[in-house]
Nanobody, 123 residues
Framework: QVQLVESGGGLVQAGGSLRLSCAAS????????MGWFRQAPGKEREFVAA????????YYADSVKGRFTISKDNANNTVYLQMNSLKPEDTAVYYC????????????????WGQGTQVTVSS
């Protein structure tokens, strides 16, 4: 079992920044990667970013490349998502999750999910 707890969401003006955190506990060593997804009202959950557990390779959705950075702190079992130059279209609930294979952009690859944290970007 893996437990994931996200934090760091909030309300920010367009152009601002937020840093999301995802604290993991349990059998995290069995996951291939950690990822961030987001879901806006009325839309499907979409991939944002991922980082692999061993090599720390990173992957990003085209919509966030150059603005968001995923990183991790192995000592504290925490994954971060630094979000800069935020836009109103970034407004969503953001979830972190653990991936069991290398298809890190697919929702179906992930088996454990956090409860989500709301990010709201005002124009």
């Amino acid at each position: 079992q893996v437990q994931l707890v996200e934090s760091g969401g909030g309300l920010v003006q367009a152009g601002g920044s937020l840093r999301l955190s995802c604290a993991a506990s349990g059998r995290t060593f069995s996951s291939y990667a950690m990822g961030w997804f987001r879901q806006a009202p009325g839309k499907e959950r979409e991939f944002v970013a991922a980082i692999t557990r061993i090599s720390c390779s990173t992957y990003y959705a085209d919509s966030v490349k150059g603005r968001f950075t995923i990183s991790k702190d192995n000592a504290n079992n925490t994954v971060y998502l630094q979000m800069n130059s935020l836009k109103p279209e970034d407004t969503a609930v953001y979830y972190c999750a653990t991936a069991r294979s290398l298809e890190v952009t697919r929702v179906g690859t992930y088996d454990y999910w956090g409860q989500g944290t709301q990010v709201t970007v005002s124009s």
